[in-house]
């Protein structure tokens, strides 16, 4: 190699002062090199200046499920919960092959020309078989992805019912302090345990299909009494005249499900995320659903109850995670389900015997904090 083309770091007569690429590389900051996703303070500072690494790192740590970092999370997200709050917060389900990421892109752009900020917690669901996720939301959302004012996290559901993560909500505080205004929880799927998604947003909108042979039993009664606003998807070329057929049986569904004339039923629409037609009533429906929240003083309320549910789905959480790992556990378990196989325990004599070495792990993995 010539001398001109040896870069100038390597070479006897180089001299500082050089651009990176033509001297040695810049010494890096140490407060830089230290692992800022660990500090709280800091992470939270550039979450709040909008820095999408910041905002990734930060949707990393709460979802972490080392213990390690959950106290690192919790400091986090104390940081940034005075910031959060204030956004339109919108669950998304539907039958599979409603097109629910399709039309996530097709109404995202739409806001983000009226001047929102988009964020989409997309949330895939985890196989039985190995534990992964194919995380492919961001293909199906290929025009929203390009702008700098969204941010799509694909988040693997877990072990975790309900037709979202464990940590959606977590997530749903760091997007909000990063200054998105507008949060979409778009679920798994649709079924009797995917409804959790309902109690950590302001509007449910439950995306429909025509043509999809038994719409009305697949699409589980407990959904369509938690739907705040329904369209039918895919309303264009031939299927149109199909959906506004559909639309209007799940308006009568409504109808049955809720005999109680002075109840508010959901608004039925019909939209084509393919044409555009229909997208921008389906918002209104929705701003118009969370302003008579907000009319009626039923907004804070409504956050406040998910707010204590939710907590008791952690605890439930944190207690599957630490029967999981506990050693007195793991130490009995192959053996008290091999008894109960052979028919020499009962489940519920084995589940006691389980039940009672946790109890002796619990004081190790939860230790009382000392008194100040």
Do not use: C
């Given at each position: ?175 909000e302090a990063a200054g998105f ?73 409504m109808k049955l499900i809720n ?75 192959s053996g008290l389900e091999a ?34």
């Open positions: 190699m010539s001398k001109d083309k040896v870069p100038l770091y390597l070479r006897s007569d180089s001299t500082p002062g050089h651009q990176y690429g033509d001297a040695a590389p810049p010494r890096r900051d140490p407060a830089k090199v230290r692992r800022p996703d660990l500090d709280p303070e800091l992470l939270a500072k550039q979450v709040l200046a909008g820095e999408r690494t910041a905002i990734a790192k930060a949707i990393t740590l709460v979802e972490s499920s080392k213990r390690a970092h959950h106290a690192v999370a919790a400091d986090l997200l104390r940081i940034l919960r005075p910031y959060s709050g204030k956004a339109v917060r919108v669950g998304i389900t539907g039958v599979p092959g409603s097109g629910k990421s399709t039309f996530i892109d097709a109404l995202g752009q739409r806001l983000i020309d009226a001047g929102h900020k988009i964020a989409v917690l997309a949330v895939d669901p985890t196989s039985a078989k190995t534990g992964g996720s194919i995380l492919g939301d961001r293909t199906r959302m290929g025009e929203l992805a390009q702008s700098e004012n969204t941010f799509i996290r694909p988040s693997p559901a877990g072990t975790h019912l309900g037709g979202v993560a464990r940590t959606t909500r977590e997530s749903m505080l760091v997007l205004d507008v949060v979409l929880v778009e679920t798994v799927g649709v079924g009797q345990s995917e409804v959790a998604v309902a109690g950590m947003v302001d509007t449910f909108l439950l995306i429909a299909l025509a043509r999809a042979g038994d719409q009305l039993q697949g699409i589980k009664r407990g959904i369509l009494e938690m739907a705040d606003v329904i369209t039918v998807n895919k309303a264009d070329g031939d299927n149109e005249g199909e959906a506004r057929v559909t639309a209007r049986e799940l308006s009568i569904a005999s109680d004339p002075q109840a508010p039923r959901p608004p039925v629409l019909t939209s084509s995320a393919l044409t555009g037609k229909g997208l921008d009533e389906v918002w209104q429906a929705i701003v118009d659903h969370r302003a008579r929240l907000e009319d009626a003083g039923l907004l804070e309320a409504r956050r406040a109850r998910q707010q204590r549910e939710w907590l008791w789905a952690l605890v439930r959480g944190e207690l599957e995670d630490a029967l999981r790992t506990s050693t007195s556990v793991s130490a009995i378990r008894d109960v196989e052979s028919g020499e325990l009962s489940a519920l004599e084995a589940s006691d015997a389980i039940l009672k070495a946790f109890a002796a792990d619990a004081s190790s993995l939860w230790p009382e904090k000392p008194k100040h």
